[in-house]
């Protein structure tokens, strides 16, 4: 069980908005930045978002992050079936000083 | 372009040893920590291990501390994770992650990723 913790799944149509959350504590998520990788069918994660809400070059502005407290969340809007992939949230914590990813999530777009 | 090409992996009988190794290039090696994270289906991405740019800070997942070690060979860009002590709950899939900064620590993305190399632990 992973000290991030993130729905199992989450689905939408095509053109829906959907969120995935992220919660943690304040060793992890309530004391630093948040990121978030998406994972492709049969390939390696790649970053999505980092510091909260940043989008690395090439990433379409339909996905955006925030954060409050000890949780985060990501959303993507006007859902695409090439968006159907895994999505994991990541932090550093503070007590364990190691790096965190929660459990994942798959979205599936229906 | 950034590659890392891990290798090494392989079925591996409970209470045994591997080592695995990945190949760097399309980046200035010793400019950037680097990481291993495991995948495994049931349990999804898990932070393994990660090593300073110059080998000097190292840190280890609590479930691998003891067991695993990490170094790099700056010189071959390299990186290597030496396994021992294997049990069942080490069978992944094991990544290689370039750091985007000098520290395994801190403010940090795993900007790229190495494809994996499979590792089961199996009697």
């Not at chain 1, 859902?79 to 364990?96: K, T, V």
């Not at chain 2, 090696?29 to 990660?50: A, M, N």
Request: hydrophobic fraction near 35%.
């Amino acid at each position: 069980q992973s000290v991030l913790t993130q729905p199992p799944s989450a689905s939408g149509a095509p053109g829906q908005r959907v969120t995935i959350s992220c919660s943690g504590s304040n060793s992890n998520i309530g004391g630093n930045y948040i990121y978030w990788y998406q994972q492709l069918p049969g390939t390696a994660p790649k970053v999505l978002l980092f510091r909260n809400d940043q989008r690395p070059s090439g990433v379409p502005d339909r996905f955006s992050g925030s954060k409050s407290g000890t949780s985060a969340s990501l959303a993507i809007s006007g859902l695409r079936s090439e968006d159907e992939a895994e999505y994991y949230c990541a932090a550093w914590d503070d007590s364990l000083t190691a790096w965190l990813f929660g459990g994942g999530t798959k979205l599936t777009v229906l | 372009e950034v590659q890392l090409v891990e290798s090494g992996g392989g079925l591996v009988q409970p209470g045994g040893s591997l080592r695995l190794s990945c190949a760097a290039s399309g980046f200035t090696f010793d400019d950037y920590g680097i990481h291993w994270v495991r995948q495994t289906p049931g349990k999804g991405l898990e932070w393994v291990s990660g090593i300073s740019w110059n080998g000097g800070d190292i840190g280890y997942a609590d479930s691998v501390k003891g067991r695993f070690t990490i170094s790099r060979d700056n010189a071959k860009n390299s990186l290597s994770l030496q396994m021992s002590g294997l049990t069942t709950e080490d069978t992944a899939l094991y990544y290689c992650a370039k750091g985007s900064v000098a520290l395994w620590f801190g403010e940090l993305v795993f900007d790229s990723w190495g494809q994996g190399t499979l590792v089961t632990v199996s009697s």
